[in-house]
């Protein structure tokens, strides 16, 4: 059977209502452990079946948004959502209150107990209007953004479409496309900052309603982060500003002399290397080919991972029309597979999704094992590490896909997660500024990040565009206005990431005993206990930044640049 097999039915929401609550019932009255159990089985079964629906519905909807059969299932997915959360949220309860909580806690470890607490403590019915109004206003933000035509080079371009013209290597084309990008924004600055102001609105207003002080601790406890604090987080912005941002800063000097460039603009960074980017050397089945090899020679497991991936269908890669766009990998709980989605454009990108969205894959494979479905998806910035960490530990191979150029790739790819922190930490303290003071005017929030910039990017030169010198950068990241307090994430994952990197270097085969425990642990603890497992240290702790940097600047310092 392969995934095209795999039979799709639409949920008979009444009876799987029903029977949902007479296994709850059965569950809460269960007069043995053994009872208890067998019934959770029973329930996991259920919700596995359910989730397997959902995500078959939007896999087939997403390779395929012409597929009416599909379209009008992701719509009905869609109206079911908040009925089976509402269901799942009751399970939860059981749970909690179950007289058997000491030997469930035995059995599937306390994390799970702490994953259900958050999930109930962020949630009441007196917010789910205010709920419904965050989503309304999210989606305002999307169709805003799609609706982007920007007229350049005598055709009409949408924002991705831009970056052809923003990286291209005439300089005047860079400056007139960033021009032309940021009058979009500008144009529509005011609709921007009004959707953002009601964002945060209705969030303060939800974190006042369930009893918090503002929307900071409840953006927290919606990302489930159990084992550090805003206090953490902080320290390690502070961390990265002293020691992190000096190196980045030194990484824009290099690629403005790489460039040939005295006075390096905005606009000149997107730019790297006079004679282009690194490309990989064959199409897509050539490079599935090549990264079957790769993870042959990486380890048993992740060649038989990766011949599963292929075998059973589940690598829906190239780009087609009707195709939505973008990249992902979810899992279908059911089959116990993972299913990796993306559209490949002929550049590095493609080698990104089959070692970033492979190790997000890897990691729910390595985890197939858990019973309850809450372990097999890590919080945010656990599951970066999983994938980020791919990316990391595969770079020796990049001579498969990238065969001549493939140092020039390392050195993009590690000069790219270094430039990435700055700006991973610019955005959160950002949100911090904003939801702890939500009634500044958006002239003001405007200020804030520009303030912030210079602190975390020294270096960089607006070449006197004014709107982009009143802070209006941010209005391009979707993660503000839709997903907030989910970024600094990435920034965490990559600077732990570094470190496994940094680890294999003195010693591959411990470090990839280590990948694969923090792959196999999946959800099943917290971020800081899980990376310490992999002897990955606390990224919170003074020091740790401080220390990876000095090991990043020796590596950047040998790399040569000039390929
Ligand atoms: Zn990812």
Not at 120 to 137: A, T
Not at 330 to 345: Q, V
Request: aromatic share 16%.
């Amino acid at each position: 059977m392969t995934f095209d097999d795999y039979l799709y039915t639409r949920l008979d929401i009444e009876k799987e209502e029903k029977e949902f609550l007479v296994l709850l019932e059965e569950f809460k009255g269960a007069k043995s452990f053994d009872i208890a159990y067998d019934l959770l089985s029973k329930i996991n079964e259920k919700t596995n079946d359910w989730q397997t629906s959902f995500q078959l519905a939007h896999i087939r909807n997403s390779r395929n948004i012409y597929n009416e059969f599909y379209a009008k299932e992701k719509e009905f997915v869609n109206d079911v959502s908040p009925r089976v959360t509402s269901l799942k949220n009751k399970y939860y309860k059981a749970l909690l209150a179950s007289k058997f909580r000491k030997e469930l806690e035995k059995e599937f470890g306390e994390h799970l107990f702490t994953l259900l607490e958050y999930s109930l403590k962020v949630f009441s019915d007196d917010v789910i209007d205010l709920l419904k109004e965050e989503n309304r206003l999210s989606n305002e933000y999307t169709k805003l953004k799609t609706s982007a035509k920007i007229l350049f080079d005598g055709k009409e371009n949408n924002l991705s479409q831009m970056s052809f013209y923003l990286e291209h290597e005439d300089r005047s084309i860079r400056k007139k496309a960033l021009i032309e990008w940021m009058k979009f924004f500008e144009e529509n600055e005011e609709e921007f900052d009004e959707i953002y102001d009601k964002l945060v609105h209705v969030r303060d207003a939800m974190a006042k309603k369930l009893g918090y002080e503002n929307f900071v601790q409840l953006g927290y406890d919606r990302m489930k982060r159990s084992d550090y604090t805003y206090k953490d987080v902080k320290v390690f912005r502070e961390e990265v500003q002293r020691y992190l941002v000096p190196l980045a800063t030194s990484l824009y000097q290099k690629q403005a002399e790489r460039i040939g460039i005295e006075d390096f603009k905005y606009y000149d960074e997107p730019f790297k290397f006079k004679n282009g980017n690194p490309l990989p050397k064959g199409n897509k089945e050539w490079m599935v080919q090549k990264a079957e090899k790769m993870y042959y020679d990486l380890s048993d497991e992740t060649g038989e991972f990766f011949s599963l991936m292929i075998e059973k269908d589940l690598l829906d890669l190239s780009a087609r029309k009707g195709k939505v766009g973008g990249g992902y990998c979810t899992y279908l709980s059911k089959f116990k597979e993972p299913f990796i989605f993306s559209n490949f454009n002929g550049t590095s990108y493609n080698a990104k999704v089959l070692t970033h969205e492979a190790g997000h894959a890897f990691q729910k494979y390595l985890s197939r094992a858990y019973k309850v479905f809450e372990y097999l998806v890590p919080t945010y910035e656990l599951a970066e590490v999983h994938s980020i960490g791919m990316e990391f530990l595969t770079r020796p191979f990049m001579e498969e896909f990238f065969e001549e150029d493939a140092d020039k790739y390392r050195f993009s790819h590690l000069d790219r997660s270094i430039k990435f922190i700055p700006y991973g930490t610019c955005v959160d303290e950002f949100q911090h500024f904003v939801y702890e003071n939500p009634d500044v005017t958006p002239k003001e929030r405007k200020a804030e990040w520009r303030r912030l910039e210079e602190k975390y990017f020294p270096h960089r030169d607006y070449d006197g565009m004014d709107f982009l010198l009143r802070g209006g950068l941010w209005f391009k990241q979707m993660h503000i206005f839709l997903k907030p307090f989910y970024y600094i994430d990435y920034a965490l994952a990559q600077l732990s990431a570094m470190q496994l990197w940094i680890q294999s270097k003195e010693d591959k085969k411990s470090t990839w005993n280590n990948y694969m425990k923090l792959c196999a642990i999946g959800g099943s603890k917290p971020f800081l206990e899980a990376i310490e497992s992999a002897n990955i240290k606390n990224p919170f702790k003074h020091g740790t930044v401080k220390e990876v940097v000095e090991h990043l600047t020796m590596y950047v310092d040998a790399l040569d640049d000039r390929i």
